[in-house]
């Protein structure tokens, strides 16, 4: 049951094809490196495709009718997106899910501090990495402060080829001997992952002459003082642009493509679609590599509420017709899937594995230890999934996700808990996790092309 590597199958106006989706894909990794910068690229792309935000709708008393585009976004960190369609959103939506945090190193509340003539920043890690990964690497900054006075200041630094970067040591070579003897996991520690932010003492300074210089910047540059630390939400991540990978540019290397790579693709779908006949749905959510927790992640109840507010719009609106709306749903639940990589072909198992260039994935069940924490999606479903993509020409695989992700599993398993249709699938992805995780620009396109296909064709 060996599946077919899809750029077999490409003549030259479909690669070109392949080519472009990637270059929009990589301008959408480089302008959301978080998941507030990754809401505010998607809603700028929906709005001038027509969508509207709910609550203005609200505001408006509008009915809604087929063909009708709103969007509501929720503490600028999560995005829901309908596009009405012509049968009534009791019979179901066909709901597309995707998660817009990735791993990184957040800045600690109280983060500033002077050493040895470094001001440094003290970090915590967000989501699962490999702390080794994140050393001696040109790092940005990005985020906002939350002043007092209820404003907001946004911080980018590190992107322009002009801009300073940000970077954490190591420990040279030639004094590593005790370090080199040392398990991965405790090679760099947690507390040892401090952001080396500024090294020129401010004149006439005494005390912490080097904190006061950098404090001193950030004061004339972004009218900020060292306690709006308390209320701000910084992240280091990987300075640089997204790039065309290999010589022969088939894959794309960035940061964030765990799970950046399936809400673009989800995103495109959206805004390539006509008119469907089940009501169309992309969510896009936060929070999913710790767990899918608070009101921005996937255990939120922003979603069911937000379909409760559609629902009204279009004059469907009543308690059970939300429970019916939503048990009546399918759904794919995308994130990456474990790559198989030969340099480490021992943690794979290759008839179930999924392999650069062969097109979409689909996990029955993800899980580890005898499926622990698992989706499993109904057989029926996958049946009827199958069909679609075979029907509509989609490159796909199927594999174990192979999920080694902190925070048990997808949101698949949320969605579930309404009853409806989920199963997971999304794209391959090679160093998952690392600063620079690496995708196939052919599982990208056809990923894509099964999104519209399930969009316009599921119906179970
Ligand atoms: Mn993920
Ligand atoms: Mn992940």
Redesign the pocket.
């Known amino acids: 049951m060996e599946r077919k590597n899809a750029w077999k199958g490409y003549d030259e106006a479909k690669s070109a094809k392949v080519d472009a989706l990637a270059k929009d894909y990589m301008d959408f990794l480089d302008n959301g490196k978080t998941e507030r910068e990754c809401v505010d690229t998607i809603v700028n792309q929906i709005e001038a495709a027509g969508y509207r935000e709910l609550p203005e709708l609200m505001k408006e008393g509008k009915k809604l009718s087929a063909g009708d585009k709103v969007y509501a976004v929720w503490m600028n960190k999560a995005v829901v997106m309908f596009r009405i369609g012509t049968k009534p959103m009791t019979e179901g939506l066909n709901i597309l899910g995707a998660?817009i945090d990735?791993?990184r190193l957040d800045i600690k509340q109280n983060p500033l501090y002077e050493d040895s003539d470094f001001a440094l920043l003290d970090t915590h890690y967000y989501?699962?990495i490999k702390k080794y990964q994140w050393v001696t690497l040109p790092l940005a900054l990005h985020g906002v402060v939350a002043k007092k006075d209820g404003s907001i200041v946004e911080i980018n630094i590190g992107e322009n080829e002009d801009d300073p970067v940000f970077f954490i040591s190591d420990l040279l070579i030639h004094l590593s001997a005790e370090q080199m003897e040392k398990k991965a996991s405790k090679v760099i520690e947690g507390e040892a992952l401090d952001l080396i932010f500024g090294s020129r003492p401010l004149a006439g300074e005494e005390k912490e002459a080097v904190k006061a210089g950098v404090m001193k910047l950030l004061a004339e540059q972004y009218g900020i003082e060292e306690e709006d630390f308390l209320s701000a939400e910084l992240e280091v991540v990987p300075a640089g642009k997204a790039r065309e990978a290999g010589l022969d540019r088939s894959m794309v290397l960035g940061y964030g493509q765990?799970?950046r790579v399936c809400a673009f693709t989800s995103l495109a779908a959206m805004l390539e679609i006509g008119q469907t006949e089940r009501t169309a749905c992309c969510i896009l959510v936060d929070k999913?590599?710790i767990g899918s927790v608070g009101a921005t992640g996937m255990q939120s109840r922003f979603f069911e509420n937000t379909v409760a507010e559609v629902l009204n719009l279009v004059g469907e609106y009543s308690e059970l017709n939300v429970r019916r709306c939503l048990a009546a749903s399918d759904m794919l639940s995308s994130?990456?899937s474990a790559a198989f990589d030969p340099s480490y072909a021992s943690a794979f198992e290759k008839k179930n594995a999924a392999f650069f260039g062969r097109g979409m994935v689909f996990n029955k069940f993800t899980g580890a230890r005898g499926k622990s924490g698992s989706n499993d999606a109904n057989a029926e479903y996958v049946a009827h999934i199958r069909a679609i993509m075979e029907e509509s020409g989609v490159a796909f695989q199927t594999a174990e996700l192979g999920?080694i992700?902190?925070?048990g599993g997808t949101i698949a398993y949320i969605l579930a808990l309404y009853g409806m249709n989920v199963i997971d699938c999304g794209v391959a992805v090679l160093s998952?996790?690392a600063p620079w995780e690496a995708t196939s620009k052919a599982d990208i396109y056809e990923t894509k092309c099964g999104y519209v296909a399930f969009l316009e064709k599921a119906c179970l």
């Open positions: 998660h990735s791993p989501g699962g765990d799970d999913e590599e994130d990456v999920k992700d902190v925070g998952m996790h």
